[in-house]
């Protein structure tokens, strides 16, 4: 089964508003990572977040963690046509050599 | 500085065929990892190389197979296709910290038929 999971599966808003979108996972992790996919393409680093770290910003991003729900949500402010995409979440585990888990995705449709 | 490249773009085969997929990395990033994502779908994790070497496989089948060069490019072989192999396969490099992001290339539409 997947590490992360996102909620909601797909969201629809309308330009100008904000757009929410959590992840959950399992296991201890080293960083929590969120990834922007453009319809079938490959997939674009938005934003990565230690497990040390409670909140984090990039422009009209904000990523916020807590390792003890085991969860983390990206928030998109003023959302704009543009941002129309699927939306991953991937978490890199504590421990070990593995590689990138990646949810399933939320596939964000903004609305002009 | 060039990105993850990957090819060919598009892969048409019959079932039964082989198929292999392409991938150079991000110069010096040593990890490569391969990815199915079904059409719709979340991206399934298949392959690590990282050094030469396979690190860890995903739940797949031993018809899919891999290797990465001494120049750390990958190739994604699939033997026996089926149906069901039909996916974007998406390939990503990284370097060597767990506290790294990892770049995607554009993906091989692979489609059997």
């Known amino acids: 089964s997947q590490q992360g999971e996102e909620d909601p599966q797909a969201l629809s808003i309308q330009e100008g508003e904000n757009a929410t979108m959590n992840c959950s996972y399992k296991t201890s992790i080293n960083n929590l990572q969120w990834y922007r996919q453009n319809s079938g393409r490959g997939l674009v680093h938005l934003i990565l977040i230690r497990s040390n770290e409670r909140e984090k910003h990039s422009g009209r991003l904000r990523v916020t963690l807590d390792t003890s729900k085991k969860s983390s949500s990206l928030l998109i402010t003023a959302s704009r046509a543009a941002d129309t995409a699927s939306y991953f979440c991937?978490?890199?585990?504590?421990?070990?050599?593995?590689?990138?888990?990646f949810g399933s995705g939320t596939r964000l449709q903004v609305q002009p | 500085e060039a990105g993850v490249t990957q090819s060919p773009t598009h892969l048409i085969k019959t079932r039964g065929q082989q198929a292999t997929l392409r991938c150079s990395p991000i110069s010096g990033h040593t990890s490569v990892y391969w990815y199915q994502q079904a059409l719709g779908l979340g991206l399934q994790f298949l392959l690590w190389y990282d050094e030469g070497e396979e690190r860890n496989r995903g739940n797949f089948p031993p018809r899919f197979s891999g290797r990465q060069f001494p120049n750390y490019s990958s190739e994604l072989n699939v033997n026996a296709l089926e149906l069901e192999d039909s996916a974007l396969y998406l390939c990503?490099?990284?370097?060597?910290?767990?506290?790294?992001?990892?770049?995607f290339g554009q993906g091989t539409r692979l489609t059997v038929v």
């Open positions: 990503a490099s990284r370097g060597g910290s767990r506290n790294t992001e990892a770049f």
């Open positions: 991937a978490t890199a585990m504590d421990t070990g050599r593995r590689a990138l888990t």
